[in-house]
Structures are given as C-alpha cells and as structure tokens.
C-alpha cells in the first residue's frame, strides 16, 4: 500500500508543477472587477520570469483521501536554479526522497535512501522544446510565468498573513482558474490558491486540489500546500550543480535496479588484456598446416585492449548456456552492425566454453559480433564477471564508462553508447 500510495504522491507532486494550460488557449476578456487581480498576477508572472537565479526552500504537505486511502506527508524541498540550465531539485519525500542535480551538460539523478543514482545528457528546458512537463518540475517558480500567460480566471479572495524566515508578511489571496489539461485522463485540477506578497510580487504559499479516478485506487482526492520558508535571488556557488555522490552510492541504469546493478570500474582504467579472437571456419578454409604457419595465423587474431584506445570499445562478457546472454546478443549484435562502420569495436567476450561449442552457437543464431575467448575466465574475473551478461562500454580514454549486469532495454544500451560519444 506504502508503494501505492507514493504514487498518488508523485503524481500530486507533479500536478502543482506539471499540469500546465493548453497550449495556445485565448485569455478570456477580464471583467472590471478582476483587473486588479489579473495585474497583481501578470506582476507575479514577470517578477519571476526575470529571475536569472534563485534557492527556494520551503515545506510541501499533501494530504491524500479517498476509500480506505488517508494519508498526511510533509516534506522539505529545495530548488536551486541557474537559468537556463543548471539546476538542484531535492525533495525528502519520507518513502522516497530525490535529488536532481544539472550542470547544464549532464543530469543526474539520485535516490538517497537506495544509495542509487543515475546519469545522463541534460535535456534542453528551452520553452516549446518538447521538455516542458519536467522544466515545470524543476523550475518550479517558473511555472507562475507561464500560469499567468493562461489563467482564464483571477479573483482576489481576501487577505492573510503568512510566516516565513524573514517573519510574518501580510498577503493578498488570489484564486487562479487555468484551462483544462485535455492529456491528463482521470485527473481534474481545481482553482489554485496563491498567498503573494503584493511588495515583491512573490508567492509565499500556493495550494492546489487535484482529483484523481486511479486506476487501483478509484477516486483519490490530494490537497497539496506549498510554502516558502526561505528565498534568494542572488547567484549561487557552482557547488550547488555538482553532483558528488557519497560513500556507498552505486551508479544504475534506472533507479530501483537489483543491487548487483552497482559497477565497481566506472571512471577507472579498464584492466588491459589480451586474448585471440574466434577464427572464421569455413569448408573452404583449411588450418595452417606448419607451427609458424598457426602462430602467425594467431598473431593476427589477437587483440590487446590497450592498443584500441582512441576507439569506443563494447565488451559483453556471456557463455552459450546463459538465458539472458542469447536473449541479450542480438541487441549487442545490432549495436554491432549499425555502428561498427562508424567505428566502434564490439567484442563478445566468451567465458570458459570450447571454440566448437561457440561456433556452433554463432551458425546457429547467425550472430556476426566479434567473439574473444576468455579461455581460463581471467579477463571475466578482472572485470567482476560474476553475473553475466555483463556489458562493459569502455571510452575512448580507455576508462569504463558504464558496465551493465544483466539483460537490459535496448535503450540502456544506446543510451551508454551516447554517453561515449557514440549515436
């Protein structure tokens, strides 16, 4: 039910931030008694859409009901944000906090409690860029900007007063009615309450109740109340969108992967080797017939890890009797086919199995990927190989640059590949 029910929260998180108008939705013709109002809002909208920088730290607290559903979470959150790109999102949900952490050229995204993390090119939070969803999770006050572009309905509802860091600050109240987001099935966004303080512009709390049909569920209602504690515009130190994983964090593929994901050898020199690749065998091919005929025939076969550097180099580490290894070779092998021409060298690394018995497995799957024979299992072990398979990508550095346990999407693949400068 905990599982569940942090789903229902997700998804309210995302909601105050990543629910936004319809693209392209006329404003309605205010009438004279919400002028005010729609220019308290418009000043809201252009205050934060200058922001070049900010830190936001502040408290969320959803409430979730519905039958046999009640649950009541509160937790810090804390926005750092250098426009257009750079970025810090940490959120302490108490079942599964996050972090996100952008420098502008690498995302990386971090679960505390698992000790898990993950890696890979930022996306562009350029307006319009098919990216928007995930700028208004993580640029958060931005989304006041775009809010007042599209509210079909502002209307003052009072005065308040709200604590913060700073001490008490007298607001104004204002219910903002956005148009419907037609792509969210299930999901109905009522007006939005925001407490502004009308000297900065700023808001200092923002509620929002979302109306869910879930599909396990049924009918959930979240109250979602965000409130600042703390705020700044002025720039932030650089430190803030370096991500420097702890004593124990493990890089994955995606988060939540088994605990045997974590690669021990990423950012480190891949250990050297050299072992003889698997001859081509043909009725028409007879073996040399003298011993220096068969060594030089040898030698021509041998491939050495170092002499390869400069080139992105894929090691998957299998063995014929492995399930996942032949559910994964094809991939491996495509990878092999559609970029091999554009220069990067792929190797099936073939753990302790006889020549005949590989070479019957190639014939018979018509795989055409490069095998190495790793006879005795030495270079397997150096490479921690007791999982297989077990697909190393090492970089043009000849550093490891991901290492995958186990059969993967082939998306994980590619995204590696990327990540080594190879697409």
């Known amino acids: 039910m905990l599982a569940r029910l942090a789903l229902v929260v997700s998804i ?36 934060h859409a200058r922001l070049a920088h900010y830190r936001f730290e502040g408290v969320v607290q959803v409430v979730v009901t519905g039958k046999g559903v009640n649950q009541n979470l509160e937790m810090p959150v804390r926005y750092v944000f250098d426009r257009p790109a750079r970025l810090r999102t940490e959120i302490q949900n108490p079942s599964m906090g996050s972090t996100l952490v952008s420098d502008g050229d690498t ?28 700028a208004r999770q993580v640029d958060p006050l931005g989304e006041y900007a775009r809010m007042a572009s599209t509210a079909t309905l502002v209307r003052a509802i009072g005065r308040d007063t709200v604590q913060t860091a700073a001490g008490s600050i007298e607001v104004v109240k204002l219910e903002v009615t956005s148009p419907p987001d037609t792509t969210a099935k299930g999901l109905l966004m009522h007006p939005r309450t925001l407490w502004v303080d009308p000297a900065s512009h700023r808001v200092l709390r923002d509620s929002v109740r979302v109306d869910i049909d879930h599909p396990q569920l049924g009918p959930v209602t979240s109250m979602q109340v965000t ?45 050297d ?34 002499a390869l550097r400069g080139q992105v180099v894929v090691l998957d580490f299998w063995a014929t009797w492995c399930g996942p290894c032949r559910r994964w070779m094809p ?43 790793d006879h005795d299992g030495s270079v397997g072990a150096a490479y921690g190989a007791s999982s297989i398979p077990l697909t190393v990508i090492v970089g043009r550095d000849g550093k490891v640059v991901r290492s995958l346990i186990g059969a993967h ?14 697409e």
């Open 12 to 47: 309210a998180l995302l909601t105050t931030f990543g629910i936004a108008a319809a693209r392209g939705t006329p404003r309605a013709a205010a009438k004279p008694h919400e002028l005010s109002a729609r220019a308290e809002l418009d000043s809201i909208g252009s205050v």
């Open 107 to 134: 995302l990386t995204i971090s679960a505390p409690s698992l000790q898990q993390y993950t890696r890979q090119p930022a996306p562009s939070l350029v307006p319009g860029g098919g990216n928007d969803a995930f």
């Open 227 to 271: 409130r600042l504690v703390r705020f700044s515009d002025e720039a932030q130190p650089d430190s803030e969108f370096q991500f420097q994983p702890r004593a124990g964090d493990r890089r994955v593929a995606r988060i939540g992967a088994p605990p045997a994901e974590g690669p021990t050898l990423e950012g480190k020199l891949a250990p």
């Open 273 to 306: 080797f050299t072992l003889t690749r698997l001859a081509k065998a043909t009725a028409a091919t007879k073996p040399p017939r003298t011993a220096r005929a068969r060594a030089a025939a040898t030698a021509a076969r041998t491939v050495k890890l170092s």
């Open 331 to 373: 991939l491996v092998d495509k990878a092999h086919a559609e970029f091999g021409p554009k220069g990067l060298q792929v190797f099936a690394v073939n753990l302790r199995e006889s020549e005949g018995d590989v070479r019957a497995f190639l014939v018979k799957t018509g795989v055409k990927v490069p095998v190495l024979l």
């Open 409 to 422: 999407p082939e998306a994980d693949l590619r995204a590696a590949l990327r990540e080594a400068g190879i």
